[in-house]
């Protein structure tokens, strides 16, 4: 890859349980090059949804340094940790999280809004997304009128749309059934092949493991191995 996109080392993350005290990310060096197709797996606990959201600026380390982009994030106050998810970082979440009262296309639109792209470039951004994405004259439903496969689509555009340099999904197919979680992620893995955008994927989903072109495994808050595959689950896992 022509540069890293994230770079992460000696991150540590731990949190109190009512009085347990829980270590999350127990020392993590990572780096990931722009253009990427990585899946972040492992089982439950293993702390990859924390991992995703130190990525995202969601939330802060207990220890490490995370810099994305060539920013530093343990540096930034407030405000910039915003504009730079506004501005760098896309989100999709294993929940949607769209706007019941807002259409397909004013959820899709939102995050532009927020960056005050133009009228006529928010137009021409999501009529070739929803063109792409499978959503052509589902622009003005709202999401209950939608399935869910369709509102992760939805979900999808709103990231991309923004033109962001790095998107992170968190178990993105979680609460799909095997046709539309396919279809999803196909749809996902041509944007990164043809647009460049960089995905990074917290999951155990297997279909996900296929299409990555590279896993990197945690366990217990540690990388446990992390391995360049071919895309179609060909490659094994090679320690860390």
């Given at each position: 890859m ?8 000696g ?6 349980q009512g ?36 990525i ?50 004013e ?12 009228a006529s470039e928010?137009?021409r ?9 499978g ?15 369709q509102?992760?689509r939805v979900a ?12 992170l999904?968190?178990?993105p ?7 539309s ?19 990074v994927?917290s999951?155990?989903?297997q ?8 896993i ?21 896992m090679?320690?860390?």
């Amino acid at each position: 890859m022509a540069s890293n996109i994230i770079e992460i080392s000696g991150l540590k993350k731990s949190y109190e349980q009512g009085k347990v005290r829980v270590d999350a990310l127990r020392g993590v060096d990572l780096t990931i090059g722009a253009g990427e197709f990585a899946a972040i797996c492992g089982p439950s606990g293993s702390g990859k949804t924390t991992l995703l959201n130190l990525i995202g600026a969601l939330d802060t380390p207990t220890e490490g340094a995370v810099r994305v982009g060539g920013k530093d994030l343990a540096g930034m106050k407030p405000g910039e940790r915003a504009r730079l998810r506004l501005h760098k970082v896309g989100f999709v979440f294993q929940a949607y999280n769209l706007v019941p009262v807002l259409s397909a296309w004013e959820n899709a639109e939102f995050v532009m809004l927020l960056q005050r792209v133009s009228a006529s470039e928010r137009k021409r951004r999501l009529e070739e997304l929803f063109e792409r994405v499978g959503l052509r004259g589902m622009e003005h439903r709202r999401p209950a009128e939608l399935s869910g496969g369709q509102q992760q689509r939805v979900a999808v555009a709103r990231a991309v749309a923004a033109r962001p340099e790095l998107v992170l999904a968190d178990e993105p197919t979680a609460n799909l059934d095997t046709a539309s979680g396919s279809a999803l992620l196909d749809m996902m893995r041509e944007l990164n092949e043809e647009d460049g955008v960089t995905f990074v994927f917290s999951t155990h989903d297997q279909r996900v493991m296929d299409r990555a072109r590279r896993i990197i495994l945690l366990e217990d808050g540690k990388i446990a191995g992390d391995d360049l595959v071919n895309g179609n689950g060909g490659a094994g896992m090679e320690a860390a």
